[in-house]
């Protein structure tokens, strides 16, 4: 049997970061749009057609986010990753109000967003390592631990569990240990 190991989040200086934003803010900051998700009370777009609130993923490694639905409006902050998740709380012609793992909500131009689902391990405790397991059960081989904020790719959720893959790793993780995919939220 291979060792478990353990995966930290990119860059120097993020995991303090991380850890104290991700674990304790995410939840909270999701916790209006996750109840009407899980209830089926999603809407429309009136701009796309597609459900909001939803989750996507920014597409460049640069993304200025506006205080309003114009590049007339502030800078309100720039985000320096691509593929990090974010919630789509609103629409605006071709502008989508965002929300972040910390909660910060702003307006970016919608061709900076992607449809491909990524998401950020979360942990209940700050210095907790998450499992990643090999199969969709918690006695299955341990294949890794995630440090919070470890960012990865969706591959599949049952509603349950979920199958992600990093740089260097892949396996299952139990879907509450994620921002970016809703509470029973089924992904094929």
């Known amino acids: 049997m291979i060792p478990a ?7 120097r200086g993020a995991i303090a970061r991380w850890r104290s934003l991700v674990g304790i803010l995410a939840g909270a900051a999701a ?3 996750t109840a009407a998700w899980a209830g089926g009370d999603t809407g429309v777009g009136p701009a796309s057609g597609l459900p909001v609130p939803r989750f996507v993923s920014l597409k460049p490694d640069r993304v200025t986010v506006r205080g309003g639905p114009t590049r007339d409006h502030e800078i309100a902050f720039v985000f320096t990753r691509a593929g990090l998740p974010v919630e ?7 502008w989508r109000r965002i929300r972040d ?3 910060s909500e702003g307006w970016v131009y919608h061709s900076l967003l992607s449809g491909r689902r990524t ?4 942990a209940k405790q700050p210095d907790e390592l998450v499992p990643l397991y090999a ?13 919070p904020g470890v960012l990865a790719s969706v591959k599949q959720c049952t509603g349950t569990w979920c199958r992600i893959s990093g740089p260097g790793f892949e396996g299952f993780i139990l879907q509450g240990r994620l921002w970016g995919v809703y509470p029973n939220e089924k992904i094929d």
């Open 88 to 94: 789509i709380t609103a629409e605006s012609d071709n």
């Open 135 to 147: 199969k969709a059960d918690t006695a299955a081989s341990l294949m890794a631990r995630l440090q």
């Open 101 to 103: 793992w910390e909660g």
């Open 119 to 122: 998401a950020l391990v979360s």
């Open 31 to 33: 916790l209006a749009a």
């Open 5 to 11: 190991r353990t995966v930290r989040p990119y860059g």
